[in-house]
């Protein structure tokens, strides 16, 4: 998916293939439902996904809720926080995910039933365009710790944990199709995206 492809994916593909250089690697931006299956008829060998459907033939390499987080400029007022209400975020001009995107709904209903009115200042099909917007201006944006993982590290945006119950879970999974002789390179891979992932997640 866009932000993970944009950050900790790339970074993790470079330092294996250092160490592989025969390898390929080949990394594809899908929607979900295109991973899912891309991976059932065969074409891939691994899908890196948030909220991904429960189904039969995928089996679960790793997965962690990563709930949905406040992402601003180093530079913004709520950035030395460590984590804050969602009524903080109201203030500020808000930048949400387009509507059909899947965090779009998660972020909305947090609001909605926190009992919070909000208007977002932006509309985003793209967690790229999102985190450029968050570290240009004052706004916020919603994603998780892993979407920002490369641009926290880097200096460019911050995370912030919201408190409120109200933030729905958002499942980052790591799988591969299930009863299918997965080459060796797939799974030394895997190994490296998980501790990436477990990386980022301590």
Known sequence: MGGLA??????????????????????????????????LDGKADLGLAFNLPSVPQLETLWKMDTRLGA??????????QESIPLSACQPYP???A??????????????AEAGI??????LANSIEAMKSLASASDGIAFLSRFDVAEEQRNGVLTYVQIRDRTIGKNVLSLVQREKRNHGLAATMFAEEIIRALRGVAE
């Open 6 to 39: 944009g950050g900790i994916v790339p970074k993790t593909a470079a330092h294996f293939a250092t160490r592989h250089p025969r390898l390929k690697i080949t990394i594809r931006v899908m929607f979900v439902h295109d991973i899912v299956q891309t991976l």
């Open 71 to 80: 992402v601003v400029s180093p530079e913004h007022p709520l950035a030395g």
């Open 94 to 96: 808000l930048i949400f």
């Open 98 to 111: 387009d509507k059909p995107m899947l965090i779009h709904g998660i972020v909305a209903n947090a609001f």
């Open 117 to 122: 009115s909000v208007e977002p200042a932006f």
